[in-house]
């Protein structure tokens, strides 16, 4: 039965003169006095699911042979004492509380990861957790894999302080990992935010997390491969960044610095961390020759000959990755050492005929294998970077025994390894053994010699495979699913394509990777049948949405989103057209953008018609807020009071909310500080009801101001002190910058002020810009006026001046400079200044 079968596989692990044996024999034979046995580790054995332990029955304790140089032990470590004393130093940091990022850069093979990998192992001997997420080359792989894979790990190795951790960020993490859902039954669904807040809160969540976690261990983050990474990764690893000083957290990152195209957004990450000085830098070079030297050494526990050290060396520049390759090759074909484990006395340079480059050290190595292990191999490296053993039996020709076979011999051959960091993603493939290139550029090398109608075959049928094996199921693999069909080519049916495409850009919108899921969309709409308006417009909506959050260009929303809209007018879909016109309007307001604003809002209205309807409702709100910022004040009024009216009539609460918001916000724009808190409060209320946070906290600033100008000083500073560790929750810039006033009033802190005055002004060297720099500049500069320093004050309401914006709030600069005048006594200018702002 199934012991007689581990017996034999464990045989077969077993070299020649060597005794293994399973932990149960070591259990039976207890504490022989005699016998010694020794952990080998833990190893897979075909047609075990689990892996075992093996130990190794020292048996022949005189005359040892040499021990067998294989590579299946990584090679001991040799050299890189400068960087890593500068990891050390780092880490220790970290450890005191001041965490930092490194980035480690090199070319391929050159000792990247494996840096950080020895770091790893001194972080754990100072007691840190740690926790390693990689980028993969691969397209298909979902937005912030590394993060992914981080909180995967933290989970496995203890799900009851891993919930703690996730604390009330649950909701919001569980969107990158759905899988929570299923180990916890105690999440709360997500907040609903506006798409461009739910990647901050996002981010917030994942970065209290963080916090959470090393608040317990100091925390110690690899993210390896940092090139390959998506945007929402890089967007994520630079939030963080920017509180990591605050935190026992190091995180290490490596990246291939060659083919670095200076536009793409990774290049621009590394900059913007390095002008920031967020990241520490080490540039990995190759090994010296007394490296190569010390490897040889290390891999053969004997003094290499000179003559060899300086061949390998010569051929591999001293990459690690090379020297190990070339090496491994060598001892394969019998050139370097007699049967004794020594180096062969007979061993030639000019024999050595060390190949050119490594790809071709590994085609040679691949060659060496049989013809079954090769093709099991090239069909698995285009499943992906890792892979399973029922997916490959789909793709093959091979059979069950076969193949079992063949993937024996590729990780006996070191060419594949066991992939235990990749939990399985459903219960039923939770026994099955998956594996991972040992080596990127294994499977680089073999995707390179497969030919283009070949390839496509293959991904096809990997995508029908994913089809078959998981069902409808297929559909949380959206982004692989899309990938395969579109390496498919036409062999793929299109609109089959464009559908998972678009569900994958579905779900990237949904967890705030804005610029996978702009991807996305663009793939699937060069895909989609043209005849399908329908769709059509509904791709061009969430297009929209996926770009205006992306905060740079979020203008370039408004073509597509001004298409959407005249497609679903023609299609005469009223609601789905209204639905844009709110996205629109909405948008352009926050933009400052008034005019146009006022005008969709108008056309949204009028095609919406004069019935009652919740986008009418809010078209009002949103549009009549719109003409008042514009300095319409009646038409503004007039339309907010109508759609307060219609709010009341629908009975919906959180229409209601957001109508009082609105109109919170229009009295407030003219010092109708009354009326502003009456509304304000009014709405809160509901809104909170109606649980719309975020509404919730945009009117909470203005309500707090005017309960400020009324002189109701407590209730101002109560409403403040709550909303605003609501809204840097929830990522809500407007309204998170708002502690110091709350200071300010409480306790006269100026100096808190100033703080936030001065990080406004860094946000706007960096361009960085948004509608509220202004109030924050505004403050800086009263701090200066409160202490007498007249010139200064001058200087920052000179820049007020310049970055307000128009419409309702235009004039505070100037106002502010008049004041500073004419306490400077200046009787010639500022009389001027007042006429000015009158007009
Ligand atoms: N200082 C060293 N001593 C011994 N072995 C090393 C050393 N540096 C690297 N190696 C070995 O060389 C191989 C390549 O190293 P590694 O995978 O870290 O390279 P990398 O820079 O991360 O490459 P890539 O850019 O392809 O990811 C590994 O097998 C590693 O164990
Ligand atoms: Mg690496």
Not at 54 to 66: R, T
Not at 482 to 508: C, F, I, W
Not at 639 to 653: E, F, H, Q, T, Y
């Amino acid at each position: 039965g199934s012991t007689v079968d581990a017996a034999a596989r464990i045989c077969a692990k077993a070299q020649g003169g060597q005794i293994l044996a399973s932990e149960t024999v070591r259990g039976i034979v207890g504490a022989a006095k005699d016998l010694q046995f020794r952990d080998r580790g833990r190893f897979r054995l075909k047609g075990f699911p689990e892996r075992w332990r093996l130990l190794e029955v020292a048996w022949q304790e005189e005359a040892q042979p040499a021990a067998a140089p294989v590579l299946a032990e990584r090679t001991p470590y040799v050299g890189r004492e400068e960087e890593r004393a500068e990891l050390r130093r780092l880490m220790e940091q970290a450890i005191a509380g001041r965490g930092s990022i490194v980035l480690i850069r090199g070319e391929p093979g050159v000792g990247k990861t494996r840096l950080a990998q020895e770091l790893v192992l001194e972080a754990r001997k100072h007691g840190m957790f740690d926790s390693t997420g990689r980028c993969y080359e691969m397209e298909g792989s979902p937005p912030y894999i590394p993060y992914i894979e981080m909180l995967q790990q933290s989970l496995r190795r203890g799900p009851a302080g891993f919930r703690i951790a996730l604390g009330e960020n649950a909701g919001e993490i569980a969107k990158i990992l759905p899988e929570l859902r299923q180990v916890f039954d105690d999440i709360p669904p997500p907040l609903e935010l506006p798409p461009e807040q739910e990647r901050l809160y996002l981010f917030n969540s994942i970065r209290e997390f963080l916090e959470r976690v090393s608040h317990t261990l100091p925390l110690l983050h690899v993210l390896d491969d940092l090139h390959w990474a998506d945007d929402a990764t890089l967007q994520l690893l630079q939030h963080i960044a920017r509180h990591q000083d605050k935190m026992p957290v190091l995180t290490v990152a490596t990246y291939r610095d060659i083919e670095l195209d200076a536009a793409r957004p990774f290049a621009q990450t590394l900059e913007s961390l390095v002008r920031q000085r967020l990241a520490h830098r080490i540039a990995l070079k190759p090994l010296p020759e007394t490296g190569v030297e010390a490897m040889l050494r290390a891999l053969t526990g004997q003094p290499p000959p000179p003559a060899l050290v300086q061949a390998i060396y010569r051929e591999t520049e001293g990459n690690p990755f090379f020297v190990e390759e070339v090496f491994q090759h060598l001892l394969e074909q019998g050139r370097l050492l007699d049967s004794e484990g020594r180096w062969r006395p007979d061993l030639q340079v000019g024999e050595l005929d060390v190949p050119e480059g490594v790809r071709l050290v590994i085609s040679r190595r691949l060659e060496r294998v049989s013809e079954d292990c090769r093709t099991a191999l090239t069909d698995a490296a285009v499943v992906g970077r890792d892979f399973g053993f029922q997916m490959l039996q789909a793709l093959t020709e091979l059979s069950a025994d076969r193949l079992l076979d063949a993937i024996d011999e590729a990780e006996r051959a070191n060419l594949i390894v066991a992939a235990d960091d990749v939990p399985p993603a459903e219960g039923d493939r939770a026994l099955e053994a998956r594996f991972r290139f040992a080596h990127e550029l294994i499977r680089q090398t073999l995707i390179s010699g497969l030919s283009l109608p070949r390839r496509q075959r293959l991904h096809l049928r990997v995508a029908e495979t994913m089809e078959q094996v998981y069902g409808k199921g297929a559909e949380a693999y959206a982004a692989d699913m899309a990938h395969h069909l579109y390496q498919a080519g036409a062999g793929a049916d299109p609109a089959t394509t464009a559908r998972y495409l678009v569900l994958a850009g579905d779900q990237a919108l949904h967890s705030a990777a804005f610029a996978e899921a702009l991807k996305d969309y663009d793939a699937a709409f060069a895909l989609q049948p043209s005849g399908d308006l329908a769709s059509r417009a509904g791709l061009l909506y969430k297009r929209g949405l996926a770009r205006r959050s992306l905060s740079s260009r979020w203008d370039e929303a408004l073509p597509d989103w001004r298409e959407a809209a005249s497609l679903y007018e023609r299609l005469g879909d009223k609601e789905a057209a209204g639905r844009v016109f709110d996205a629109m309007c909405q948008q352009l307001l926050w933009g400052l953008r008034y005019e146009e604003a006022a005008e969709l809002g108008q056309r949204g209205l009028a095609l919406l018609g004069g019935r009652d309807s919740t986008y009418r409702c809010r078209l009002l709100g949103w549009g009549g807020l719109t003409l008042s910022a514009a300095g319409y004040y009646s038409a503004g009024d007039g339309m907010i009071r109508r759609g307060l009216a219609m709010a009341d009539r629908l009975g919906d609460v959180n229409l209601r909310g957001s109508a009082l918001g609105a109109a919170a916000v229009h009295h407030w724009c003219y010092g109708q500080v009354r009326e502003s808190a009456d509304a304000g409060l009014k709405g809160g209320e509901l809104l909170l009801q109606a649980g719309n946070l975020w509404d919730f906290a945009s009117g909470s600033n203005f309500v707090a101001t005017s309960l400020l100008a009324l002189g109701r000083v407590d209730e101002s500073v109560k409403v403040w002190s709550e909303s605003s560790p609501l809204a840097s929750r929830l990522g809500h810039r407007a309204a998170s910058g708002v502690e110091f006033q709350v200071a300010l009033l409480r306790e006269g802190d100026i100096d808190a002020a100033e703080a936030s005055g001065r990080e406004a002004l860094e946000r706007l060297t960096n361009d960085e810009d948004d509608a509220t720099t202004w109030v924050a500049l505004a403050f800086l500069g009263f701090t200066h006026f409160w202490r007498g320093r007249w010139q200064d004050a001058l200087a920052v309401f000179d820049e007020v001046t310049k970055v307000q914006p128009t419409g309702a709030p235009a004039g505070h600069g100037e106002a502010f400079t008049m004041l500073v005048r004419a306490y400077l006594g200046d009787r010639e200018r500022v009389p001027g200044h007042l006429r000015h702002l009158r007009c």
